[in-house]
């Protein structure tokens, strides 16, 4: 089933300083969202919210339709898969071993993993190019080939929804764009749920349905991409000049940054 957030009068702090004060949004089922905004805008803090890592002080966030609250977290890793910005192991675990793990919430207690678990890891890891180092141990891994391996993780955790924050930084373009070929058509075919923070203002028009601008812990911008990725969007935002074009190549809009 498709997982739609809905966020109202969201007010949250870290000690004295104020992230969010009354901020209200909707993220539809079915979309692929890009989270976008300069440093310290509140993305990341956004997706620690919604994925119940941290509790607002006021407001409400229902996850389609029910109360984040009302969710314990069994409940909410089968609904929710998380890609973070930075994992980090420190056990010689294998590749196929972490990917497994995203089946751990489907499995009962003590219970080994059945035919389907293994069938949804190996698809998993065929999916983000990483069976022919299943075996290796994750510790011995670049940076980029374990964001592969957390990706293939939340694959494996098949929640119609998954939460990205900033998993495609640590990767090379050519497997950036595979991964965001993949999520795209999963979006796109099966109904999947994406809501992703993300740097690169170029990669997210071309694969995001909708964009959420955030500055200061504000909604500057939500709507699709011809609706909000405007270049008076970018310089309110960004405080950058711009010139948005559609590039015929790729049949999306880009920018080129002119200072």
């Known amino acids: 089933m498709p997982m739609g957030y809905t966020l109202t009068d969201i007010c949250f702090s870290y000690e004295n300083r104020a992230i969010f004060s009354g901020i209200s949004l909707e993220m539809e089922s079915g979309c692929f969202h890009g989270v976008l905004g300069p440093n310290g805008s509140g993305k990341t803090t956004l997706l620690d919210l919604i994925t119940g890592h941290l509790k607002p002080q006021n407001g409400n966030i229902l996850l389609d339709g029910r109360p984040l609250d009302d969710l314990n977290v069994g409940e909410l890793a089968k609904k929710c898969a998380l890609v973070p910005q930075d994992f980090r192991v420190n056990f010689p675990f294998t590749v196929a071993q972490v990917v497994m793990m995203g089946r751990y919430p489907h499995l009962g207690r003590f219970s080994a993993p059945e035919a389907r678990d293994r069938e949804l890891v190996d698809q998993a890891m065929a999916a983000t190019g990483i069976s022919d180092f299943s075996l290796r141990r994750v510790t011995e891994l670049s940076g980029g080939e374990r964001q592969r391996v957390v990706f293939a993780r939340a694959l494996a955790q098949d929640a119609p929804c998954l939460i990205l924050d900033e998993a495609f930084s640590n990767l090379d373009i050519r497997h950036a764009l595979a991964l965001m070929t993949l999520v795209a058509d999963r979006v796109k075919h099966n109904g999947l749920t994406v809501i992703s923070v993300m740097q690169d203002l170029n990669l997210a028009a071309r694969f995001c349905g909708s964009l959420l601008f955030l500055k200061n812990g504000r909604v500057a911008a939500h709507g699709t991409v011809d609706e909000v990725f405007t270049e008076s969007v970018i310089?309110?935002?960004?405080?950058?000049?711009?010139?948005v074009y559609f590039d015929e190549t790729i049949h999306c809009?880009?920018?080129?940054f002119i200072k």
């Open 253 to 256: 809009k880009q920018v080129v």
């Open 235 to 243: 310089k309110a935002v960004f405080n950058v000049s711009s010139r």
